[in-house]
């Protein structure tokens, strides 16, 4: 037929022209060589995985035999994260040790926590941490902008915890901290400092000659805020006036007092635990001050100020409920002592 030979003449023209072509050769050669480009690259990624897992054993093997704090530092997410991230591991090598009072630390890279499905990051976070047996991990990221803050989150073991019961902390520190000044990089190293042993934040863990050093250092940050991000100039305020009331010096306590009214006289709208927090400070700080020297005057603004956050405590629902409860318990109480009365005296009174 007709058709079967027009079909006859294009199969016999394909095959000599394009089948045994030098061109078609080239590309089934160069599918052949993508072929195995791609098989290698699955076999060398498995490689990698493998000798990965290794190494992470070995290395668990070897911080269990160990002693002191390991820190695990994973890459940031955002613009330079691994840069940023490579500059907290340097400064917590370096200066970490201001805050750590001679307990040993390992700083270690870390896998960036992935959320998946079933587990979000903390969950994923929380299972490095086990297995590595590791104390402390800390990951975040850098918003877009030249003056976004690089978000920290730190997930801690605190010393004693164990992975599941690991408590996270949320911090901040300049975009720029990888080109940032000595002392914007040693608040990186106290911020975890801090989420590591939570003792050196409530100061009272401590003894006051030791947190001499730590209060000076915290005196430097706050001397030049505009540095830092508002929120950590607040934490780091906040923890300085532990540390100053602690140690009881007239020259801390008069820092404490002057940081205090300057909060408290802030055009910034503050929330209840900061003012409630900054006028017990202030209040204590007037009464050390005036056990030091007596003022009257000075023990009245005291008073003032402390009894203004017990008035702002009371609004406090944990407060409130803690009231009730101590109100049921004191009725439960009466309800049993008039019971016994009864009981005693048949109803006839006494």
């Not at 200066?95 to 079933?118: H, L, N, R, W």
């Not at 969950?123 to 990951?139: K, P, T």
């Not at 975040?140 to 690089?150: I, K, V």
């Not at 940050?221 to 540390?243: F, H, K, Q």
Request: charged residues 20%; proline residues 3%; aromatic residues 6%.
């Amino acid at each position: 037929m007709p058709g079967d030979a027009y079909i006859t003449q294009i199969t016999n023209w394909f095959t000599q022209n394009v089948a045994g072509s030098q061109l078609w050769a080239a590309i089934g050669l160069a599918a052949v060589a993508a072929a195995g480009l791609a098989i290698a690259w699955v076999i060398l990624r498995g490689l990698m995985r493998l000798i990965g897992s290794i190494t992470s054993s070995i290395s668990s093997r070897r911080r269990r035999q160990t002693q002191g704090y390991t820190i695990g530092v994973a890459r940031f997410a955002g613009a330079r994260g691994g840069k940023l991230a490579k500059a907290l591991i340097q400064t917590l090598q370096d200066d970490m040790s201001e805050f750590s009072f001679g307990a040993q630390y390992e700083v270690i890279k870390a896998p960036a926590p992935i959320a998946t499905q079933k587990q979000g990051l903390r969950d994923v976070a929380r299972r490095w941490l086990g297995r590595a047996s590791s104390d402390l991990i800390v990951w975040g990221y850098r918003g877009r902008g030249s003056s976004a803050p690089l978000h920290l989150s730190i997930l801690s073991c605190e010393g004693s915890l164990t992975p599941a019961e690991a408590q996270e902390t949320q911090v901040m520190l300049p975009g720029d901290f990888a080109k940032a000044s000595e002392i914007v990089r040693k608040a990186g190293a106290y911020l975890v400092a801090r989420a590591l042993q939570p003792g050196l934040a409530r100061a009272t863990a401590f003894k006051a000659e030791k947190l001499e050093p730590v209060a000076e250092f915290l005196t430097k940050c706050l001397a030049n805020p505009g540095s830092l991000p508002d929120e950590t100039v607040s934490l780091l305020e906040t923890d300085y006036c532990a540390m100053g009331l602690h140690i009881g010096s007239e020259d801390h306590l008069i820092h404490v007092a002057e940081l205090r009214r300057t909060r408290l006289a802030s055009e910034k709208q503050l929330d209840t635990e900061t003012q409630i927090a900054a006028r017990i400070d202030l209040g204590r700080a007037l009464l050390g001050m005036s056990a030091k020297s007596f003022d009257p005057a000075r023990v009245r603004e005291a008073m003032d100020h402390l009894k203004a956050a017990v008035e702002l405590l009371k609004l406090n629902p944990t407060i409130q409920l803690a009231n009730h409860t101590a109100n049921a318990v004191q009725q439960g109480q009466a309800m049993l002592q008039a019971r016994q009365r009864f009981s005693v005296t048949g109803g006839g009174g006494v």
